[in-house]
């Protein structure tokens, strides 16, 4: 019986027997969708908006093809992810206008778009159950509590060599190490230890107390207040080295607070920046017990490259020449990670 043109693409593709399940491409998905659903304006000849479904599998396709992972895990938040946070800080991202439209050029009404999110939404998961990737969403979590927790998993596993974390969203930055690197699509620039010291001006493993003292505007969590970057650094500078506890900070600056007005800040804010440090660090401590089963099942069930079904997706929702010859697309970023799926 003669094979089909797609499986014998398939039968084309060899396994690379000198690579081993040692490399992780870890990619925050809400975050890589809304990115492209606001930047890219695709339009299908229906009229239909689609910058979100093309934008996501070619920022993640070229991800891949510049870290070359054995694995990937793609983490979505699970509903109610942000109930946790609030329950401990009631105004944890209250800030959020969720009436507001992000894209004013294509749509007519913030109803519209959301129509258009969730449609490509749901769409985006069938295409990416037809590749041999891993989908992880917890309800109950954010994706920011389940890559920190696989992300320190993997770091100290032995047999892992490398893991890349795949997001705009800089507070993973608090997770770079040696092993751990953030690729940034935004600003096109992968995070080592090096990377976050010369731009920050703290140690990777320090960034947590960075990001405690400043405080995130974004997610609606104060800092200390007339505190900025450069004073921060003159008044610690102890955060560009090892790592430093919180404890350590609050009480270097109640034996300073007659030197520096800042200090006493630091130590008056002391409350709200314990609630900081247990709404920003990524140590997995969000996660239960149960949880973290949950992940390690998840971990484990990947999906297969299903080239016909995804061609009959793309053809159907007409994406055109979005992905240019998007048949070797499939099999020179896919084919090979069925290998280690």
């Given at each position: 019986?003669?094979?089909?043109?797609?499986?014998?693409?398939?039968?084309?593709?060899?396994?690379?027997?000198?690579?081993?399940?040692?490399?992780?491409?870890?990619?925050?998905?809400?975050?890589?969708?809304?990115?492209?659903?606001?930047?890219?304006?695709?339009?299908?000849?229906?009229?239909?908006?689609?910058?979100?479904?093309?934008?996501?599998?070619?920022?993640?396709?070229?991800?891949?093809?510049?870290?070359?992972?054995?694995?990937?895990?793609?983490?979505?938040?699970?509903?109610?992810?942000?109930?946790?946070?609030?329950?401990?800080?009631?105004?944890?991202?209250?800030?959020?206008?969720?009436?507001?439209?992000?894209?004013?050029?294509?749509?007519?009404?913030?109803?519209?778009?959301?129509?258009?999110?969730?449609?490509?939404?749901?769409?985006?998961?069938?295409?990416?159950?037809?590749?041999?990737?891993?989908?992880?969403?917890?309800?109950?979590?954010?994706?920011?509590?389940?890559?920190?927790?696989?992300?320190?998993?993997?770091?100290?596993?032995?047999?892992?060599?490398?893991?890349?974390?795949?997001?705009?969203?800089?507070?993973?930055?608090?997770?770079?190490?040696p092993k751990v690197s953030l690729y940034s699509p935004t600003?096109?620039?992968?995070?080592?230890?090096?990377?976050?010291?010369?731009?920050?001006?703290?140690?990777?493993?320090?960034?947590?107390?960075?990001?405690?003292?400043?405080?995130?505007a974004s997610d609606n969590v104060p800092g200390v207040t007339?505190?900025?970057?450069?004073?921060?650094?003159?008044?610690?500078?102890?955060?560009?080295?090892?790592?430093?506890?919180?404890?350590?900070?609050?009480?270097?600056?109640?034996?300073?607070?007659?030197?520096?007005?800042?200090?006493?800040?630091?130590?008056?804010?002391?409350?709200?920046?314990?609630?900081?440090?247990?709404?920003?660090?990524?140590?997995?401590?969000?996660?239960?017990?149960?949880?973290?089963?949950?992940?390690?099942?998840?971990?484990?069930?990947?999906?297969?490259?299903?080239?016909?079904?995804?061609?009959?997706?793309?053809?159907?929702?007409?994406?055109?020449?979005?992905?240019?010859?998007?048949?070797?697309?499939?099999?020179?970023?896919?084919?090979?990670?069925?290998?280690?799926?």
């Amino acid at each position: 019986m003669q094979k089909s043109k797609y499986e014998q693409l398939l039968s084309n593709i060899q396994p690379d027997i000198r690579k081993e399940l040692n490399s992780i491409l870890i990619v925050d998905g809400l975050n890589t969708f809304l990115r492209s659903f606001t930047m890219i304006n695709h339009i299908n000849p229906d009229g239909h908006h689609i910058g979100g479904l093309t934008g996501f599998l070619k920022s993640i396709g070229y991800t891949i093809r510049m870290c070359d992972p054995t694995k990937v895990i793609i983490v979505f938040d699970g509903v109610g992810g942000s109930n946790a946070r609030r329950n401990l800080f009631p105004d944890y991202k209250a800030n959020r206008n969720t009436n507001r439209m992000t894209n004013y050029s294509i749509f007519q009404s913030k109803d519209e778009e959301q129509e258009s999110i969730n449609n490509q939404m749901e769409r985006l998961i069938q295409y990416l159950q037809c590749l041999p990737i891993t989908i992880v969403s917890i309800d109950g979590l954010e994706a920011d509590d389940i890559i920190g927790y696989l992300a320190t998993k993997f770091e100290k596993h032995s047999e892992t060599s490398k893991v890349t974390i795949m997001s705009a969203d800089k507070d993973f930055l608090q997770l770079v190490s040696p092993k751990v690197s953030l690729y940034s699509p935004t600003k096109k620039k992968l995070y080592t230890p090096k990377d976050v010291l010369e731009e920050f001006g703290v140690s990777s493993i320090n960034f947590i107390n960075y990001k405690i003292l400043l405080g995130d505007a974004s997610d609606n969590v104060p800092g200390v207040t007339g505190l900025g970057p450069k004073k921060l650094i003159k008044l610690f500078p102890e955060l560009t080295g090892n790592k430093v506890t919180l404890d350590s900070i609050i009480e270097k600056s109640a034996g300073l607070i007659n030197e520096n007005k800042l200090y006493l800040s630091v130590v008056e804010r002391s409350r709200q920046l314990y609630i900081n440090q247990q709404l920003m660090s990524l140590d997995g401590d969000f996660l239960s017990p149960e949880n973290k089963q949950l992940v390690k099942d998840a971990f484990n069930n990947s999906y297969s490259l299903n080239l016909p079904i995804f061609i009959q997706l793309y053809h159907n929702d007409k994406l055109g020449e979005s992905i240019p010859n998007v048949s070797s697309w499939l099999t020179q970023l896919f084919g090979y990670l069925n290998s280690f799926k």
